[in-house]
């Protein structure tokens, strides 16, 4: 079962460079989630997708865009790379629906900017 | 927005013995999740709490949700190797919140020989 699969693994990056990360599941959830995590504070919501062809801010939104290409894929995507960015990158994705369903994540994009 | 707070920030303890880590919410909660970190590795789901007084375990891990529903625990009894790692808590922004989570700070979980 590959659950939630992220690409890359790491990357590392030039200041001002740009950069898509891919997430893709195959558990036919309805929503998808970037977080990032940064040391002494969790993981911080950048953006979700509630259903396919939505998108909406979270809490960390600036510096990045996102697509939700389909119901599988979510990218987030960095237009102009700044050091501040520098973390661990993760997707999740969750069935919408009744209930408190748990999200699902990947393995997690470590990513430096220098 | 909501805040969660865990306590400890992180602790060591010796394979056998057991440990309590806490997650305090600054409102009221509406369904609490406790995920397990491996560095270098995702969260890995393993409990969610929404009823106040709730209580679930699962092998030798017991979560439960007190009854004003603005704290949780997660117990480990006769932790083993295995059991090192992070711990975080997530909780639900609300009833209606498209399943956003926010998430605490983590506790780091060392288990020693």
């Known amino acids: 079962n590959a659950g939630v699969t992220q690409t890359p693994k790491f990357q590392v990056l030039k200041t001002g460079q740009s950069m898509t990360l891919q997430c893709a599941q195959d558990?036919?959830?309805?929503?998808m989630y970037w977080y990032r995590q940064d040391p002494g504070m969790g993981l911080r919501l950048i953006y979700y997708?509630?259903?396919?062809?939505?998108?909406d801010k979270g809490e960390v939104p600036n510096g990045y865009n996102v697509s939700r290409l389909n119901k599988r894929e979510f990218s987030l995507r960095l237009e102009s790379a700044a050091p501040s960015q520098t973390s661990v990158y993760f997707c999740?994705?969750?069935?919408?629906?009744?209930?408190?369903?748990?999200?699902?994540f990947g393995d997690g994009t470590r990513l430096s900017i220098l | 927005s909501q805040e969660l707070e865990q306590s400890p920030q992180s602790l060591i303890v010796q394979e056998g013995k057991n440990l309590t880590i806490n997650c305090t919410s600054s409102?009221?909660?509406?369904?609490l999740y406790w995920y397990k970190q491996k560095y270098g590795e995702g969260l890995i789901f393993l409990m969610m709490?929404?009823?106040?007084?709730e209580e679930k375990s699962h092998e030798k891990i017991t979560a439960k949700l007190d009854e004003k529903k603005q704290q949780s625990s997660l117990h480990i009894t006769a932790s083993q190797p295995s059991h090192a790692g992070i711990y975080l808590c997530?909780?639900?922004?609300?009833?209606?919140?498209?399943?956003?989570?926010?998430f605490g700070a983590g506790t780091q979980v060392v288990v020693t020989p």
């Open positions: 999740a994705s969750r069935q919408q629906g009744w209930g408190n369903q748990p999200q699902h």
């Open positions: 558990m036919n959830h309805n929503s």
């Open positions: 997708s509630a259903s396919e062809g939505t998108t």
């Open positions: 409102k009221t909660l509406y369904g």
């Open positions: 709490l929404q009823k106040g007084g």
């Open positions: 997530g909780a639900r922004e609300g009833t209606d919140s498209w399943g956003k989570l926010q």
